[in-house]
């Protein structure tokens, strides 16, 4: 019902985004550049106004003075009923990132949109490495739904795969999804976050659509497999229905109380973003308990953890490597989340990986799953005594 709401929701939005016949200023430029080359900024209106327009060249951010030397840094006139381009080339004295504000005093000119923030970094060769290792994590965490899906095809059967998990990531990737796309392709989404986050970036990229939705749909293959294969007396844990229920009821609400404007928009889709954050902090830990309980990790991928593994690592190593090449820390440092959620994901996997292999490693066989748990219990005091107790 939620979705249909969505749908007529995101309708609405199409058919009111009105067309406004204010002429734009607008910047086109590249967002990463090497110290010591000239940031080229290419300025230029929607449509040629009747008036000359002066636009004035200003750098925000307190890396300003050490990049550019400058605070207000240039000044140029776009000539009456004119469509020219004007060009500020601007040499960078040092690393760091700031943001490029242009405005005018000239009437009917609309610069709410004309800034970009850009980065100036120590070496374009780290720029080279950072878009490799962004690919390879990128890669890493899609493929990282199959494993998965193969080993309860393989297997006939999901015992072992904890459904609480499957709800939660379910949920976390769907409010995930919409956040995306609202903010990657509907302009009324876009303008409220502009309005909210001044001289912000949207932080949506074509390929955080492309994964999110991807995840939604490998994770929901693997939700049809519950139904269709063996899955012994697993069901959903009533903490989990609730606070499922609890997380789509808010999500229902918000929706319609944005629907009917009494919320702003950005508003929602951000309940779904900080949802999404509180689902990853949460959703290994019922499959973390219940491979503890089951003394077995059989039923649940490792390929899929070792994939999470390498994409946390390589999402990290990205991270080191962009602030160092920008000197800017912030991203580690100043704003947890980011930092924090891959720390989380990766101790996750760390237990995982020590559960497959160190604690619980005799149960390769797809048989023993199957036994009974008395007979599980036995088996493990014979095989294991050692091991066992620590884990
Ligand atoms: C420019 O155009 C506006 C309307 O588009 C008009 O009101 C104004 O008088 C014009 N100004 C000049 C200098 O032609
Ligand atoms: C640009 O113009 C503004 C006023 O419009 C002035 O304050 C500033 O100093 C000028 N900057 C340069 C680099 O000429
Ligand atoms: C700018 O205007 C000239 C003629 O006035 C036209 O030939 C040219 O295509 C225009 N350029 C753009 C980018 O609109
Ligand atoms: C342009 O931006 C500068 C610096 O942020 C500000 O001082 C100035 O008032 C702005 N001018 C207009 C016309 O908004």
Request: with cysteine; glycine share 6%; aromatic share 16%.
């Amino acid at each position: 019902m939620w979705l249909k709401l969505l749908v007529i929701f995101v309708l609405f939005d199409v058919i009111l985004a009105s067309s406004e016949s204010q002429s734009k200023l607008i910047v086109k430029a590249a967002d990463s550049y090497i110290v010591g080359k000239n940031v080229h900024l290419e300025v230029y209106l929607s449509e040629p106004v009747n008036v000359t327009v002066p636009v004035s060249l200003f750098c925000k951010g307190n890396k300003c003075t050490k990049i550019f030397k400058c605070e207000s840094c240039n000044n140029q006139t776009i000539p009456a009923n004119s469509n020219e381009s004007l060009i500020f080339d601007l040499e960078a004295f040092d690393v760091g990132i700031v943001t490029l504000i242009f405005n005018t005093t000239a009437p009917g000119v609309d610069f709410k949109r004309a800034y970009l923030t850009i980065s100036v970094g120590h070496s374009s060769l780290i720029v080279i490495i950072s878009y490799v290792v962004g690919w390879i994590y990128f890669s890493a965490w899609s493929i990282s739904f199959y494993p998965q899906v193969w080993t309860n095809y393989k297997r006939k059967s999901v015992v072992g795969l904890n459904f609480d998990f499957l709800g939660l990531n379910i949920t976390g990737f769907l409010f995930y999804s919409i956040f995306n796309i609202c903010l990657k392709f509907y302009p009324s989404y876009q303008d409220a976050y502009h309005n909210y986050f001044k001289y912000s970036k949207i932080p949506v990229e074509l390929n955080d659509v492309g994964f999110s939705v991807h995840a939604v749909i490998l994770t929901g293959i693997t939700i049809i497999q519950c139904f269709i294969y063996e899955r012994g007396n697993q069901r959903l844990s009533y903490t989990a229905r609730i606070l499922l229920v609890l997380l789509w009821s808010a999500a229902g609400v918000m929706l319609i109380l944005a629907a009917t404007q009494v919320i702003s928009k950005l508003f929602y889709v951000y309940y779904l973003s900080y949802a999404k954050l509180g689902i990853t902090i949460l959703k290994y830990t019922p499959q973390a308990w219940y491979n503890f309980k089951r003394k077995s990790t059989v039923g649940w991928s490792i390929g899929n953890v070792l994939l999470d593994f390498t994409g946390g690592i390589f999402s990290l190593l990205q991270m080191f490597l962009d602030s160092y090449n920008y000197d800017d820390w912030s991203n580690i440092f100043g704003n947890f989340t980011k930092f924090g959620l891959g720390m989380i994901s990766i101790s996750f996997d760390i237990l995982f990986i020590l559960q497959h292999y160190a604690c619980y490693p005799h149960k390769k066989d797809e048989e023993s799953d199957l036994i009974d748990d008395s007979v599980q219990t036995n088996t493990k005091q014979l095989n294991n005594e050692g091991i066992i107790n620590k884990c």
